[in-house]
């Protein structure tokens, strides 16, 4: 028996799928920061009152879907880590009389859906082919790219509440969709999303992917980051900003801004969360001198002794 007696009692319920002391980077794309308490697989909605039930209110928790938003501190993040598994990935579609009605699971892949219902001849969701994370996860954000987003297609949401229980069903309405924003909160796991989309000849949607998926490839960098570290301020573009003070290229120890994309930071292997926070905080004072705006980050930033916004 674990000597910790929450991980104790999390392992007796549900064998098999906790790991104490687990690494939060291997979770998540910067592939940097430090260790849970504990990260708790889920396979099912029986799992999630199991964790409802058994983890304190003092104790904090961490819903981690393909962690491509997300950075964690090195020193690790002190309460429950919590991941859909693959009971939480199937796709449904039935036709509707105003459109194609998709039910995903909230642990399935953008890019999997996207090429899955274009394939299907569904249109409409093409856009997620280049955005690394899951359905859920998407949800949350209200991720998006390429002129759509999630507000643009969703009906409803099915939502599990990690200290008040459920499912309960959500609206648009009360999700309350900004940009890159959502009422949700991290105490909320999305099980599943339905989509309201419309027919499209394959052959058109593969196309639309071809163009998604280059286009990413030509002006996007890969390696160790989590996409765009920081919001569009109205009417202007992060990474212009951040181009025009002179920053790309620019580097703290083991992070820099991205030579081939000013609004990504890229981590070295083996490298420093608080390097990559220290980069995030260098190009913000830089900004602002410069220009006199406030960037403010898309990425979600956990553990840290200080505030960044």
């Not at 993040?77 to 036709?95: D, H, K, M, W, Y």
């Not at 999997?112 to 690394?132: D, K, M, N, S």
């Not at 459920?166 to 924003?181: C, H, K, M």
């Not at 602002?288 to 990425?299: D, K, M, P, S, W």
Request: with cysteine.
């Amino acid at each position: 028996m674990h000597d910790d007696p929450l991980v104790a009692e999390l392992e007796a319920a549900l064998a098999g799928r906790v790991r104490a002391d687990g690494s939060v980077a291997a979770l998540c794309t910067y592939r940097v920061g430090g260790r849970a308490r504990a990260i708790v697989d889920v396979d099912s909605v029986a799992d999630l009152e199991v964790i409802r039930r058994v983890v304190p209110a003092d104790v904090r928790f961490l819903v981690v879907g393909a962690g491509s938003n997300l950075l964690v501190s090195d020193r690790g993040f002190p309460g429950v880590v919590v991941r859909l598994g693959p009971a939480f990935t199937s796709t449904e579609i039935r036709q509707g009389n105003d459109g194609v009605y998709v039910t995903v699971g909230g642990a399935a892949m953008l890019p999997r859906v996207a090429r899955q219902l274009t394939r299907q001849g569904i249109g409409g969701f093409e856009w997620a082919v280049g955005v690394p994370g899951t359905v859920g996860g998407a949800v949350r954000m209200n991720a998006g790219g390429h002129g759509s987003d999630m507000a643009a297609a969703l009906t409803r949401v099915s939502v599990f509440n990690l200290r008040s229980g459920g499912p309960r069903e959500w609206t648009p309405d009360r999700l309350g969709f900004a940009y890159r924003a959502s009422n949700l909160s991290g105490d909320d796991v999305v099980l599943w999303a339905e989509l309201r989309l419309s027919q499209r000849s394959a052959a058109d949607g593969e196309e639309m992917l071809r163009r998604i998926v280059q286009w990413r490839r030509a002006h996007q960098p890969g390696g160790q980051n989590a996409g765009s570290v920081f919001t569009n301020p109205t009417g202007d573009s992060a990474g212009r900003l951040i181009d025009a003070a002179g920053l790309k290229g620019f580097r703290i120890g083991t992070a820099q801004v991205s030579d081939k994309h000013a609004n990504f930071i890229q981590a070295d292997p083996g490298g420093s969360a608080e390097d990559v926070l220290a980069v995030v905080e260098a190009v913000r004072e830089r900004v602002r001198q410069r220009f006199g705006v406030e960037l403010e980050t898309e990425n979600e930033l956990v553990g840290f002794d200080r505030e960044v916004r």
